[in-house]
């Protein structure tokens, strides 16, 4: 695969798989139902884990906006790449939650509730307040990126430009118990979007699906959970290269 196909596969599967379990535990007449914030952390994080250890061998899984830029910004990525990578995670986003949708679309059927069923789709405050929000995402951001570039493998020089290996099957595991951690740790305030593709793919497909009785898919709130966690990428890059 091409690294723009690993990009968009990588954050499909890590969409079918993560979308997948907040639709397993919110929507009615799901095995999961009602099963709480511990499974849709642990799926979160196993979705991490599967599209990292596929998608590393092609593209290095960024598999996020944030992931992207933030290594840019420590020098550990080349900027001209940027767009690219980014335009693949948001269409990989989109794809993975069209898929979740074809699922789960008897129980989105079922469900009464709007709120819920945007809720499969991208994160929503527990209280709403733009500033706090937006502190939350970058902070909860800044521990991702900051974690990512720690746990990050050996670079080699391309082109003059330091590239990344890849984070491969064994980088892939402590990433996810990054994600993890984050989730149950920072995960109350405003459901960790940590991925501005991860947030905005999926509310695009909602606003786009078929899907009945849904409601406006929040657009007045959609900025943060993209502005949060790229700022909080970059700080976190910043941060690195002060402490060397």
């Known amino acids: ?50 599209a990292v250890f596929i998608s590393s061998p092609y593209s290095s899984a960024h598999l996020n906006p944030a992931v992207s830029i933030g290594l840019a910004v420590a020098g ?28 789960y679309r008897q129980h989105f059927n079922e469900t009464a509730s709007g709120d819920l069923k945007l809720g499969v789709f991208c994160t929503a405050p527990a209280i709403r307040s733009s500033v706090n929000n937006l502190i939350t995402e970058v902070i909860a951001t800044f521990i991702l990126i900051f974690g990512v570039l720690y746990i990050l493998g050996p670079t080699i020089k391309i082109n003059s430009k330091e590239e990344i290996l890849g984070l491969g099957s ?15 740790s920072l995960g109350g305030p ?44 970059v700080l976190a890059a910043m941060a690195v290269k002060i402490l060397g």
Do not use: C
């Not at 550990?76 to 335009?87: Q, R, T």
């Open 1 to 50: 695969m091409s690294p723009f196909l690993g990009e968009l596969v990588g954050t499909a599967i890590l969409v079918i798989l993560g979308d997948g379990v907040v639709a397993n535990v919110l929507l009615n007449k799901t095995k999961g139902n009602n099963s709480g914030l511990i499974v849709i952390g642990f799926g979160w994080a196993m979705a991490v884990y599967v």
């Open 76 to 103: 550990k990525f080349d900027w001209a790449l940027v767009p690219s990578y980014v335009a693949a995670q948001m269409l990989g986003a989109i794809i993975g939650a069209i898929i979740v949708w074809l699922a």
């Open 170 to 184: 064994i980088g892939a595991l402590p990433v996810a118990l990054l994600v993890l951690g984050i989730g149950l």
């Open 190 to 233: 405003t459901g960790y979007a940590i991925n501005p593709a991860r947030d905005l793919g999926p509310r695009i497909a909602h606003f786009i699906l078929p899907i009945p009785q849904k409601r406006d898919s929040d657009w007045g709130y959609s900025w943060i959970p993209v502005v949060g966690p790229i700022l909080g990428g």
